[in-house]
């Protein structure tokens, strides 16, 4: 598996991958316009990252910016059975804008932060990502 | 020099108040016309066959009576009362007697004048209501202005509680929102001390990092508490203070909790003015934060607020302007008012502005207005000089 890493705070993101790396070959973005890049980029290479962990605050390209362009780089792929799982991590309590997200289908699912890593191995579970 | 009765006679029939005599059996011996026709009556109705007391209202016959035998004994020579007679239709008719004994054919007698005095008695009556009245008008008046007051006194007390917990919610959501992102880290950092340890890989090293970084964290998280509590305490007795400081420590404080808006400071003077520096700081974090919310609800593409700092001999100028496309005219000119909010109930008291407004005003003596710039909305602080 292949996951990608958005998170502007270094000791974050470096958590997040040491973490993840049990898990998948994991890369890592500090922010969204990058990660949109290597998002696509892989996509291009016919390598996609089956997991996204986005934050929604970032400088230069926030996450809410990002994940719609993800979604736009899949779609003008022709991807529509295998889209990646994009799970949004929020420090914000925008609960209703989430759930909004998830109800449009464009990200998969949310975590609130402080992040529980259970919970993200829960998420990874459930969408088929481990067994 | 004696005088004849006929001119007695003439004079009392001719009267203009009432003259009557009664005996001691209590009837009338004489009636005048006047006192007749005061009752309703023709004298020779009245005289002879009358009892005084038959023309008299029930409720004063005792004293009547009474007064009739004192004065019949002649335990005191005359009297000067008020009281009440019946007329022949039963109206009742307030006069004014004066009555003396006097012997009459031989007899001890009482002989007296009346004068009718109902429409006095009204008018004292309706003088009285009236007064009555006036006093329960000026005891309401004192009372209503009381009641307006107490009103007034409330209502001021709601909004200064409310603002009170406005900024008391203010400061949680800041501390919340400052909190989140050391919390992540510092919740990273322990599970994953748990999950390498588990692993058996925990280094003396990897052990050393998170807790040189949790400690780091911890102190950062202490002192966004204690930036609050400065922020929102109120000083009790007012100091000099730099005013272009105390900006640049607002917008530097404001800065931390967006990180996707541009903030300009662009300060042209050093002055320093004589006040409360956490006022004026509550007064530009709330214009800051409300162009913040104005340009995320707004989606603006690139977001920006430039906080000025200018001025000349009499006085100081800040201005706080954004580019989230300005205030709506239908609007603007509401925007200053008590529990006035454009946002939903979960996020907008209506009294941000209304504060400002207050503590510009009341406070610093200055004043603030507002007006849309072009690109957005700019609000001026005018602050005169000490």
């Keep these: 598996m292949r996951c990608l890493i958005v998170e502007d705070v270094e000791f974050e993101r470096e958590m997040m991958g040491i973490f993840l790396s049990d898990y998948a070959d994991s890369d890592s973005a500090d922010n969204g316009e990058v990660a949109v890049e290597m998002f696509s980029r892989a996509l291009a290479e016919g390598r996609p990252y089956q997991l996204v962990c986005l934050d929604i605050q970032m400088p230069k390209m926030n996450g809410q910016e990002a994940l719609k362009r993800m979604r736009q780089a899949e779609a003008d792929r022709g991807v529509s059975t295998h889209k990646a799982v994009i799970i949004m991590t929020t420090a914000m309590n925008a609960r209703e804008d989430m759930e909004e997200a998830i109800w449009r289908g464009d990200c998969t699912d949310y975590l609130v932060k402080p992040i529980i890593l259970a919970d993200l191995v829960a998420l990874m579970r459930r969408y088929t990502l481990i067994s | ?386």
């Design chain 2, 1 to 386: 020099m004696p005088i004849d009765k006929t001119y007695f006679r003439l004079l009392t029939d001719n009267a203009m108040v009432g003259v009557y005599i009664i005996d001691k059996e209590q009837l009338f011996q004489y009636v005048n016309p006047a006192l007749a026709s005061m009752l309703g009556y023709r004298p020779e109705e009245l005289v002879g066959t009358v009892s005084f007391l038959s023309v008299i209202h029930p409720d004063e016959i005792p004293l009547l009576v009474s007064n009739y035998q004192q004065r019949l004994s002649g335990e005191i020579p005359h009297s000067h009362y008020q009281s009440r007679a019946l007329h022949k239709s039963g109206r009742v008719v307030t006069v004014e007697i004066y009555a003396t004994s006097i012997n009459f054919n031989d007899q001890r007698s009482l002989a007296g004048t009346v004068i009718d005095i109902t429409a006095r008695s009204t008018a004292e009556e309706l003088l009285l209501q009236q007064q009555k009245a006036l006093e329960l008008l000026n005891s309401s008046l004192e009372q209503r202005i009381d009641d307006a007051l107490a009103a007034s006194r409330e209502k001021d007390r709601i909004v200064m509680q409310q603002s009170r917990f406005a900024a008391l919610g203010e400061m949680a959501a800041g501390i919340a929102h400052q909190w989140r992102q050391p919390l992540n880290m510092l919740g990273l950092s322990v599970q994953m001390l748990q999950l390498t340890q588990a692993k058996g890989a925990l280094t003396n090293e990897f052990m050393d990092r998170h807790c040189e970084k949790s400690l780091e964290i911890l102190k950062y998280m202490s002192q966004t508490i204690d930036d609050f509590r400065n922020f929102f305490s109120p000083e009790s007795e007012p100091h000099y203070y730099g005013l272009d400081e105390a900006v640049e420590r607002v917008v530097t404080f404001f800065t931390c909790s967006v990180d996707t808006i541009a903030i300009t400071t662009d300060i042209r003077i050093r002055s320093t003015i004589r006040g409360h520096v956490n006022e004026l700081s509550q007064v530009i974090l709330t214009l800051l934060n409300n162009a913040r919310d104005a340009l995320l609800e707004r989606q603006v593409a690139a977001p920006a607020i430039t906080v000025s700092v200018t001025g000349d001999d009499t006085m100081n100028l800040i201005r706080v302007s954004d580019n989230a496309g300005g205030i709506p005219a239908q609007i603007i000119d509401l925007v200053f008012d008590p529990f006035f909010s454009t946002k939903d109930a979960s996020r907008g008291t209506g009294l941000g502005l209304y504060m400002v407004k207050s503590l510009v005003e009341k406070s610093m003596k200055g004043t603030v207005t507002v007006r849309n710039s072009g690109a957005g909305a700019e609000f001026s602080i005018m602050l005169p000089l000490h």
